[in-house]
């Protein structure tokens, strides 16, 4: 006749405590992007806002400048900063445009991170899972690699550049850009290692108990347990080593000097800020780029790891 | 036991750290590298000794501006995450621009802001390190503000309290954990921000305009001493900050 | 005191004495894609002041969502509930309820002390006030060495005595309990309920207590309403009543008449046709 079971759970979980509410699709994204614009344009306003109604010297207090000053050289209309993306380069015949400019090198600098991260995040991986392994290694290690991020390695570059100019195996010559993704995988292995560390460690007791009972060894508990399991933890460690690797790469390139990155083109266009106040700007834009384009890709790869992130709670 | 967990904690890693000195104190020496390549554990250890003064001096200038940065970083970074959580629209505005904070390199803004507040004031960065810092502040705070449990939320539901009340007794409470996280995440950025801001220009002083000039000029263990000192203001900032976040902690279990 | 057949709305009394009136509620909660539960379905059922009723019933049988309604941390889609004359929503603002839920909910970075004062501080009581009714109540729940720590340091029973302690802090005529003993091992649950009882022979207060262990309604109660699930109703009540509410002691459970009344409580969760429903005396 009736139900007769008679739940022994100890939470009366009889019906959600409040409605489920109809998923909304399609118009909650749309309004969540048309927000975020309207903040970006209300930045935009601030600026110029600012500009109109700001003092020319900007506001000191006390010798410590507070607030910029406005004029056109310091502070470039919005407008100045986006027409000088389109003019040429330099005053030179066989100038190109700005804008193809900025792109070139801001691919350069993209594809040196790349390779920053792609190390990064291999080594990060790798001494995480020793640190899993042995607790002794975790013991021995894990202060140090906290510890590291606190040097400055972007100090230490001109000497890695020295470094990698001793090294000469066969055909094999360090090139000055592969200083730059040292640096830059030295800022994306501690993000990597620590949060791999925790997502490897994450897996419920009850889980590794299970797999003990089926008599399974340790590298196939880690390729069907630990490491889906860990992919929610690997995932925001991932999009903080991709952005540490640009500005490690970007910085590493102002650091050593190399020819063709971002970083380069912003002192050099620094340098003629006084005659050509939108000129610095074009390669922010284009440093920004790069910064998008790489949590983007970290983006798509969790996207691709859908599956393993099922009952993740968004932070 | 007891005696494999002191090994756990302390003695392992300082062995590893006194195992990784020798052994570079050794390949120095040993496998004859140049001074200017990598010099040894007490070369540096030397020349840091020799130059306190200087190097002192360098650690305050950039400590300061770290320090500006961490508490404007921080202030902002919790009051917009406070209204971020009350009012839905703007974390919908706030959202893109803190995300792209988050990813894009901070510190290509330095040029700009030299020439915005002038060359010779230290304003350009403290913004970077302030920037740096707001970003997760501003997350973990916003985090943590979203943290109460429901069945707190039912009981000051029971209890009719008003809005403030609620603020008050539970959320931030329940908050003030996240905000210390967010603090000590980004205590060492404040000091690496400040410090790489200086290598896109600025006033003579500070850090990493020594070690820029030291190394240009090859004296290298100069140069390495200066490291040194920017690695002790790196752990000064974030061991306070952790000492902070510990006594802050000590009661919330949540 | 024997109960009439199900529904009991005496004709003869007033609204203004019931502790609690439910009258044809239904509470529906909309699902995705239009799918949606009842959780409630035409539900009624009176509390008198001074009574202690426990709801109990399978998952899905509505009891807690019931005490939510009461509570007014929820609201019926369709009925209407009376606590003490007024609207749910009023009842809550003028505060004429305590609670307690399962999870003792206790605010980690506070005392003991600490908790039990937290809704008289809400409320503006003075400070010496607070403290001398916390101290009465930590007296009262038997916790007195423990007042200045904190929940952590607790184990789930002593953990709940705050919590009752706390629902009883500004002296309510009515106790809303959600399995708040639930999560307790046997023994330590069989201690609860004799403190419980204690505790509210001495109050009188009125008592809506959510379980779904049998022997506990009727160690507790004067009426137990049994609910069916999917749709949540009230299928039936049985007045048990096993002696004065303070006087039941340890070995009631032991009583003749207490497995009698488990049994025929057991027959109406089963949904067998009921035995004979009647009061039961305590010898």
């Known amino acids: ?315 | 036991m007891r005696e494999t967990s002191v090994v756990r904690t302390a003695v392992a890693p300082v062995a590893l750290g006194v195992a990784v000195v020798l052994l570079w104190q050794w390949a120095v020496t040993g496998l004859d590298i140049a001074a200017f390549i990598l010099p040894g554990p007490f070369a540096i250890g030397e020349q840091f000794a020799n130059n306190l003064d200087n190097v002192f001096a360098g650690m305050l200038v950039t400590g300061v501006n770290a320090f500006i940065g961490l508490v404007a970083g921080a202030v902002l970074g919790i009051i917009i995450a406070i209204l971020a959580a009350l009012i839905r629209l703007i974390d919908g505005l706030a959202a893109p621009i803190v995300s792209a904070l988050a990813v894009v390199p901070i510190v290509a803004l330095a040029p700009v802001l030299y020439t915005m507040f002038g060359a010779g004031a230290e304003t350009a960065r403290q913004i970077v390190a302030a920037l740096a810092v707001f970003v997760p502040v501003y997350f973990n705070t916003l985090k943590g503000l979203r943290q109460v449990r429901p069945v707190h939320r039912d009981l000051m539901s029971s209890y009719a309290a008003t809005p403030w009340q609620s603020t008050k007794v539970v959320t931030l409470p329940t908050a003030v954990p996240y905000v210390f996280t967010g603090l000590r995440i980004g205590s060492s950025l404040a000091v690496i921000s400040a410090l790489v801001a200086e290598y896109f220009g600025g006033p003579v002083g500070g850090l990493g305009r020594a070690i820029t000039s030291s190394a240009s000029s090859s004296n290298y263990g100069l140069a390495w001493a200066y490291v040194l000192g920017s690695i002790l203001l790196g752990l000064l900032f974030y061991c306070a900050a952790l000492a902070l976040e510990k006594l802050a902690t000590r009661r919330t279990g949540g | 005191m024997s109960a009439p057949a199900p529904v009991g709305t005496d004709a003869s009394r007033t609204e203004a004495t019931f502790a609690v009136e439910v009258s044809r509620v239904s509470r529906v909660f909309a699902g995705r894609k239009g799918a949606s539960v009842t959780a409630l379905d035409d539900v009624s059922l009176t509390v008198e002041p001074g009574e202690f009723v426990s709801l109990i019933g399978p998952s899905g049988c509505g009891k807690s969502t019931l005490m939510r309604l009461i509570a007014d941390l929820d609201t019926p889609t369709s009925g209407d509930i009376r606590v003490f004359g007024t609207s749910a929503r009023q009842a809550r603002l003028n505060q004429k309820y305590g609670i307690a839920f399962q999870q003792a909910g206790l605010l980690p970075w506070r005392t003991v002390t600490g908790n039990i004062e937290l809704p008289l501080e809400l409320h503006g009581a003075g400070k010496a006030a607070r403290k001398n009714r916390a101290r009465e109540l930590i007296e009262l729940v038997g916790l007195s060495e423990f007042a200045a720590h904190y929940p952590d340091q607790l184990s789930g029973g002593m953990q709940q005595r705050v919590a009752i302690a706390r629902a009883l802090a500004e002296s309510p005529s009515l106790l809303l309990m959600d399995e708040p003993f639930g999560a307790l091992d046997e023994m330590t649950r069989e201690r609860m309920q004799n403190e419980l009882v204690r505790i509210c022979g001495e109050t009188r207060a009125a008592v809506v207590f959510v379980t779904h262990s049998i022997p506990e309604a009727v160690f507790l109660s004067d009426r137990v309403v049994v609910m069916s699930p999917r749709p949540g109703r009230i299928r039936d009540l049985l007045s048990v009543k096993l002696g004065a509410t303070g006087e039941r002691g340890e070995n009631l459970r032991e009583d003749e008449a207490f497995f009698h009344a488990v049994s025929q409580v057991r027959e109406l969760l089963h949904g067998e046709a009921p035995n004979a429903v009647r009061g039961v005396d305590s010898r």
């Open chain 1, 1 to 315: 006749m009736t139900d007769t079971s008679v739940s022994l759970s100890t939470r009366s979980s009889d019906v959600p405590a409040k409605p489920v509410r109809r998923r909304r699709g399609q118009g909650q994204a749309g309004r969540r992007f048309l927000t975020g614009a309207l903040g970006v344009v209300l930045l935009g306003a601030l600026w110029e806002l600012y500009k109109l109604l700001g003092p020319s010297e900007g506001v000191v207090v006390g010798g410590m400048t507070l607030l910029p000053r406005t004029t056109d050289l310091a502070m470039p209309h919005l407008w100045t900063m986006f027409a000088r993306v389109f003019e040429p380069v330099t005053g030179a015949a066989n100038a190109i445009p700005m804008w193809l400019a900025v792109l070139q090198a801001s691919l350069f600098t993209l594809g040196i991170a790349a390779v920053g991260w792609l190390v990064g995040v291999s080594v990060g991986l790798a001494l995480a899972l020793i640190m899993q392994r042995f607790r002794l290694a975790e013991s021995a290690m894990l202060p140090w690699i906290i510890l590291s991020q606190t040097v400055p390695l972007i100090a230490i570059a001109p000497l890695v550049r020295r470094w990698g100019a001793q090294i000469e195996i066969g055909a094999f010559s360090w090139e000055n850009w592969m200083s730059v993704a040292l640096i830059a995988s030295y800022l994306a292995f501690f993000p990597v290692s620590v949060g791999a560390l925790r997502g490897l460690n994450s897996p419920d007791a009850n889980h590794v108990d299970l797999m003990r009972c089926y008599s399974v060894g340790w590298w196939k508990t880690l390729w069907r347990l630990r490491l889906p399991a860990s992919v929610g933890y690997l995932l925001p460690s991932l999009r903080l080593a991709a952005a540490s690797a640009v500005i490690g790469a970007v910085v590493a390139e102002v650091s050593i000097g190399l020819r063709g990155g971002i970083g380069r083109l912003i002192i050099e266009y620094a340098g003629s800020a006084g005659g050509d106040p939108g000129k610095p700007w074009a390669p922010i834009f284009g440093s920004i780029l790069v910064g998008l384009v790489a949590a983007g890709f970290v983006a798509l790869i969790g996207l691709l790891l859908r599956r393993f992130r099922r009952g993740e709670v968004a932070a």
